[in-house]
């Protein structure tokens, strides 16, 4: 009978090192297989020192504060994921409104902690929640912007086919000083829209997809000040490991396809997403 084990992906090898270490600004260790343990020494291994682990519900946002409450070099982000916001709201006891709302406070008192640095990944997904979930999702959004800018933490964004609404609300409800679109899937022209207000765009390995020209096009034109480097691990594998897990140590594998995107320096690019991500997180290098 065949193992079958033997049929799952296998983890990726590791690439070569960073010479200059950077941050995994978007990942979900609680989705990945292993240790928390194993996957910080892994990266460390390639030059990606800082992990951001992100909450993407209420038992996922506790765990993200209490695992970087525990670890040096990691830090939080809470939030209920726009695709969480209408589940919660059917869901919960008393329904509705209400019952999303008293999820969103909690996550409120989570945004407090000081080892939580960012509120999100919050945003609006128009891809996998249809028109009746679009008024929690666009509920829930405002309120994490307001806890943001409340708590003086950065503004993590998921936005999958909801560009246009995304920047609306955020003028309309003014914006946090500091904005990070995870896993930014705009075109060039709204890289520039992003580089006027001042928000940072943090690219995946989605950047090296032979469909993704968008993406490279964003890269190249983004001001070199406001881009941040992610894994969204264990989703998006960059290029050539597409389809198999990803982990923060595949890092070095999407920044060099960002650097060739732009003709940027390997280095020079490192080092400034380095300072980009403690600049928008607000922690110490």
């Known amino acids: 009978?065949?193992?079958?084990?033997?049929?799952?992906?296998?983890?990726?090898?590791?690439?070569?090192?960073?010479?200059?270490?950077?941050?995994?600004?978007?990942?979900?260790?609680?989705?990945?297989?292993?240790?928390?343990?194993?996957?910080?020494?892994?990266?460390?291994?390639?030059?990606?020192?800082?992990?951001?682990?992100?909450?993407?519900?209420?038992?996922?946002?506790?765990?993200?504060?209490?695992?970087?409450?525990?670890?040096?070099?990691?830090?939080?982000?809470?939030?209920?994921?726009?695709?969480?916001?209408?589940?919660?709201?059917?869901?919960?006891?008393?329904?509705?409104?209400?019952?999303?709302?008293?999820?969103?406070?909690?996550?409120?008192?989570?945004?407090?902690?000081p080892q939580v640095l960012g509120v999100g990944e919050t945003g609006l997904d128009y891809f996998r929640t249809g028109p009746e979930g679009v008024a929690d999702q666009?509920?829930?959004?405002?309120?994490?912007?307001?806890?943001?800018?409340?708590r003086g933490k950065a503004l993590v964004i998921h936005d999958r086919d909801a560009h246009a609404d995304v920047l609306r609300i955020l003028a309309e409800e003014g914006a946090p000083s500091t904005v990070v679109f995870h896993c930014y899937s705009g075109d060039a022209e709204m890289a520039k829209v992003c580089a006027e207000h001042g928000y940072y765009m943090s690219f995946a390995g989605t950047v090296s997809y032979k469909t993704a020209q968008n993406l490279r096009d964003a890269v190249a034109v983004a001001p070199r000040e406001l881009l941040l480097v992610e894994t969204d691990a264990p989703f998006l594998t960059p290029v050539p490991y597409r389809g198999r897990p990803n982990a923060p140590y595949l890092i070095p594998v999407t920044l060099r396809a960002m650097a060739a995107a732009r003709g940027d320096d390997e280095d020079q690019l490192a080092a400034a997403i380095a300072a980009n991500t403690a600049r928008a997180f607000g922690y110490d290098t």
């Open 1 to 113: 009978m065949p193992d079958r084990d033997s049929k799952k992906p296998t983890a990726p090898p590791a690439p070569e090192p960073l010479r200059v270490a950077v941050a995994d600004s978007h990942t979900h260790l609680d989705m990945q297989s292993g240790s928390v343990a194993d996957a910080v020494a892994q990266a460390a291994a390639v030059g990606v020192d800082t992990l951001v682990q992100v909450g993407c519900d209420l038992a996922g946002s506790r765990w993200a504060a209490e695992t970087a409450a525990a670890w040096d070099r990691i830090w939080a982000s809470v939030a209920l994921h726009p695709n969480e916001a209408p589940r919660v709201a059917d869901r919960a006891s008393g329904g509705g409104r209400a019952g999303l709302d008293a999820e969103i406070d909690a996550i409120d008192a989570l945004a407090a902690l």
């Open 138 to 150: 666009q509920h829930s959004f405002r309120r994490h912007i307001d806890i943001a800018k409340r």
